[in-house]
């Protein structure tokens, strides 16, 4: 396995936990999971370097529910037919965010503005893919009906909006997003077919970037943020309308994914400054309150014209961590705890369509698992309505987990606003600690630069990277980033609930030893101080 600074007691490598035809004894079977329990629990009291929370109180209360099935297909709001679900808890769970969010509570169906989502079976990842294809489908001037024809077969079908022949690409959307996006949202617009503006731009508009000298799309692939690598991480609103208004003006509809709580640099996008600039452009070139014409069909067989209104563009909010983290911040802001917040970004704004989070980040669970969430009027209608569970399909997963809801609605139970307002203020001062401490660690390394940087009000801090064997020890994340013409090689490390003072201490005095960090001017090799790094931790 190479280098292993935090002397576990058991090693093991890819063949530890193979299963042989006949299975293991139960000897061998419980050594295993020894050897396992014994991995993570280091590894887990060493976890610096990704945004999860690893303080859980959960076994007590739900250990009962590791032994049942509970699954929770179908509507989180339409029980069906599989009885075994928690969906009267993931309701309970949907009603406390909405209410954070600031969206209309309660759930109804006949009201347009009320709020709508569901309980991910993944993380944010898969909030984003459901929020882009609603997205997709939405702009595009899709509508989804049932056919009345086959009604008991419970098919449904598509209706097309009629083409604008001035307007050649009303439902084509085209998709922003800054350099600090997720690689999911890169992701989903590849398996959607969503095209990206320096796409069309390259292809349909070459040599007419707005932002590059000579035009080339190529110079901006994702949208500049403030000062682009060297900056905080949050999307350039300026650039941003300026590349909205190109595709707006030739009646392109716009999907913008932003970021709130960007996953290197924790940056926030400011979402009310986008809606500030870009609906003066989406009112100029008619994207607000369009009206979209199908052509259908009635019982008799005779063309009928349908007309539906919608707007143009779709704003999401990848809020994987600051969505539910933020709020709280704003709660001890209010109560001049602190003298700062993040900008708004929830359903206050009319110009937001839908936003994820993670609950697996904050507040915690053992395994993914998160919210989507948006409004009625927004809804995709499900592509089928199946009998057998006779709950729509209006998720993005056919079966999804029925314990996430548990484990959010039991943690949500036991913790208070201002419990949790309490454990965001706690974060933000740790997290100050953490920078001041790292900072003390230049003096120890003249010869370099670290590169500490933090951005304002986030719980990630980023520097140099260090060597590979530190790197494994505290798990930290690594991202190459182009900063004035050079290539910096960086890792962050994320301060949580679970996070103690012991441990960034424990980090920052290994990274003031002199074989911390690689090209430090010192010429003995990793192998020949391999005495001195098997001291670490012991």
Request: charged share 25%.
């Amino acid at each position: 396995m190479g280098k292993d600074l935090t002397n576990h007691k058991s090693k093991y490598d890819d063949t530890s936990f193979e299963v042989p035809t006949e299975g293991l004894t139960d000897e061998q079977r419980t050594r295993c999971l020894e050897v396992f329990k014994n991995y993570i629990d280091v590894q887990k009291n060493h976890c610096l370097g990704y945004q999860v929370n690893q303080r859980m109180d959960y076994q007590e209360d739900v250990e009962f529910f590791l032994n049942c099935h509970v699954n929770n297909v179908g509507d989180p709001f339409i029980n069906g037919n599989y009885t075994l679900s928690s969906k009267q808890m993931e309701k309970a769970v949907l009603n406390y965010y909405a209410k954070l969010w600031n969206a209309k509570v309660p759930h109804e169906p006949q009201d347009m503005e009320s709020f709508w989502g569901y309980v991910l079976s993944m993380g944010s990842t898969e909030g984003n893919f459901y929020g882009l294809w609603n997205a997709r489908d939405y702009l595009a001037g899709r509508k989804l009906v049932a056919d009345e024809v086959q009604e008991k077969l419970r098919h449904t079908n598509y209706l097309y909006p009629k083409y604008i022949e001035n307007k050649p690409h009303a439902y084509e959307p085209v998709a922003f997003f800054s350099q600090d996006t997720h690689y999911s949202i890169i992701k989903a617009l590849r398996v959607l077919n969503i095209p990206t503006f320096s796409e069309i731009g390259h292809t349909d508009y070459p040599g007419q970037n707005p932002l590059a000298p000579d035009g080339n799309w190529l110079k901006n692939k994702e949208v500049p943020s403030v000062y682009e690598s060297s900056g905080p991480g949050s999307i350039d609103v300026d650039k941003l309308a300026i590349l909205v208004e190109f595709f707006a003006e030739r009646n392109y509809p716009i999907i913008i994914c932003c970021n709130y709580g960007s996953t290197f640099k924790g940056a926030y996008d400011d979402v009310e400054d986008i809606q500030n600039k870009l609906m003066p452009i989406f009112e100029k070139y008619g994207l607000v309150n369009r009206d979209v014409n199908y052509i259908d069909l009635d019982e008799e067989g005779n063309e009928i014209v349908k007309v539906d209104t919608r707007n143009g563009y779709w704003i999401h909010v990848d809020g994987a961590l600051g969505a539910s983290y933020m709020p709280f911040i704003e709660m001890a802001y209010n109560k001049k705890l602190i003298n700062q917040r993040g900008p708004i970004f929830d359903f206050r704004l009319s110009i937001v369509n839908s936003i994820v989070m993670s609950g697996h980040k904050w507040p915690g669970a053992p395994c993914p698992c998160g919210i989507f969430m948006t409004k009625v009027k927004y809804q995709l209608f499900p592509p089928a309505d199946p009998e057998y569970i006779a709950s729509p399909d209006t998720t993005f997963a056919g079966s999804r987990n029925g314990f996430s809801p548990i484990i959010m609605w039991n943690y949500l139970a036991k913790n208070s606003y201002e419990t949790q307002m309490q454990q965001a203020l706690y974060c933000e001062e740790l997290t100050r600690y953490a920078e001041d401490q790292l900072n003390t660690v230049k003096d120890c390394h003249p010869n370099i630069e670290l590169f500490i940087e933090r951005t304002p009000l986030a719980l990630t801090i980023r520097f140099r990277k260090p060597i590979k064997p530190i790197i494994e020890k505290y798990s930290l994340s690594c991202e190459s980033l182009k900063v004035n013409g050079d290539v910096r090689h960086y890792v962050h490390i994320y301060i949580m609930p679970s996070t103690s003072r012991e441990i960034i201490d424990k980090l920052v005095d290994e990274l003031k030893q002199d074989w911390a960090f690689e090209n430090d001017g010192v010429s003995m090799l990793l192998d020949e101080r391999s005495s001195q790094m098997d001291l670490l931790i012991k």
